[in-house]
């Protein structure tokens, strides 16, 4: 998974589209790549979320709306945390040797600046204040204070706005938590339709080995449109393994009780990733969490069989819409004997940043 992000001062409306597809791709980065480098706490990556969000959209290529790039401007801020001036980031991205014209070098040379700002300071940036006397090293394994503490440490300690209290910094820090996982051991990519993240309707696709050449369902003839052979696919897709709850064979209905006997984390939330399901008779319904609504509200995709009963559908009859595939949104708990949520233990391998390159600052004429 690489970095959604546009270099320029704009309004880019998929950056912007708050917990959408754009931000959940690049929090997930953010959330992996400070968790292996020393932010072992959970509620200290999510109040850098909440308060990112509202510098930068979580775009790192993100310049300050009003200002033009490389105006001279000492007001003008740039990057995930909105480093002001500009030059304190860009200065440093060069001098390091990460490539401005490339979002997955800048995107993690950003984060290795918080990391260094963090565990080994060359300027201050943390200013620890009477109502959060922390420093950000504390704050960065800190387990005893909530989220929303959290968030406003870094608020008055590092951001240090002119405007204060910004309560929205925090409140966005709790939906992050709501949203991730609680481990941070990959990036989620939605699915909202057959051809991404890849292609359902192509055998020669990686899409192939998760909802037919390695999936029991199809292989038993009761294939997709069938929402446990979809919903056993879009797991193997997401984790990496193929579900063993009901032997991967098992009817809807069952699915929750026997994840619940073999271990498997369930809960009333949605979470990315999470199977929801449900117990009504007659075989019961699975479907998984692809998107998660500043409202509330959740996305899931689905197969389902039709009137007529189709199923076992080979990738050259598949079709974007019901019942081979099709999206439902949900606002708060589902109804139809819903029995609750299976969370995936793990979501794909953290992403690997791509070698740093010796570069000259380049400054646009």
Not at 33 to 41: E, N, Q, R, V
Not at 218 to 237: D, V
Request: negative net charge.
């Amino acid at each position: 998974m690489t970095w959604i992000s546009h270099w320029g001062s704009d309004y880019y409306s998929d950056v912007m589209d708050r917990f959408g597809q754009a931000q959940c791709n690049n929090a997930n980065l953010i959330y992996t790549y400070l968790a292996a480098h020393g932010f072992t706490s959970r509620n200290a990556i999510m109040a850098m979320l909440g308060n990112m969000m509202t510098e930068s959209y979580l775009n790192p290529g993100q310049w300050q709306h009003g200002y033009e790039p490389y105006d001279g401007n000492q007001y003008n801020g740039m990057g995930l945390v909105g480093w002001t001036p500009y030059w304190r980031i860009i200065d440093w991205l060069t001098s390091h040797g990460f490539d401005l014209n490339d979002p997955e070098s800048y995107g993690y040379g950003m984060l290795d600046k918080l990391i260094e700002e963090c565990f080994n300071p060359q300027e201050v940036t943390w200013i620890a204040t009477g109502s959060y006397p922390i420093s950000f090293a504390e704050f960065a394994v800190d387990t005893t204070h909530d989220i929303e503490w959290m968030a406003n440490a870094f608020l008055y300690n590092y951001e240090r706005p002119a405007t204060t209290p910004q309560p929205a910094r925090a409140a966005q820090a709790k939906k992050w938590s709501e949203i991730l996982p609680e481990k941070p051991v990959g990036t989620f990519v939605p699915r909202l339709s057959i051809y991404e993240p890849s292609d359902m309707s192509n055998p020669g696709s990686e899409a192939y080995k998760y909802y037919f050449g390695e999936n029991l369902y199809y292989q038993y003839g009761y294939g997709i449109a069938n929402c446990t052979a979809y919903a056993a696919g879009r797991w193997y897709e997401i984790t990496g393994e193929y579900p063993d709850f009901t032997a991967g064979t098992g009817n809807a209905n069952e699915w929750y009780a026997d994840a619940i006997a073999k271990g498997y984390e369930v809960g009333q939330t949605p979470r990315l990733g999470a199977i929801a399901c449900f117990g009504y008779t007659l075989g019961g319904h699975v479907c998984v969490v692809e998107q998660i609504n500043d409202d509330g509200s959740f996305i899931v995709s689905n197969s389902a069989w039709n009137s007529d009963g189709e199923m076992n559908i080979p990738p050259s009859g598949m079709f974007n819409s019901f019942p081979c595939f099709y999206l439902t949104t949900y606002t708060g708990t589902p109804g139809n004997q819903f029995q609750g949520f299976i969370y995936p233990p793990k979501i794909y391998t953290p992403p690997t940043p791509p070698k740093k390159l010796a570069l000259k600052r380049w400054i646009p004429n």
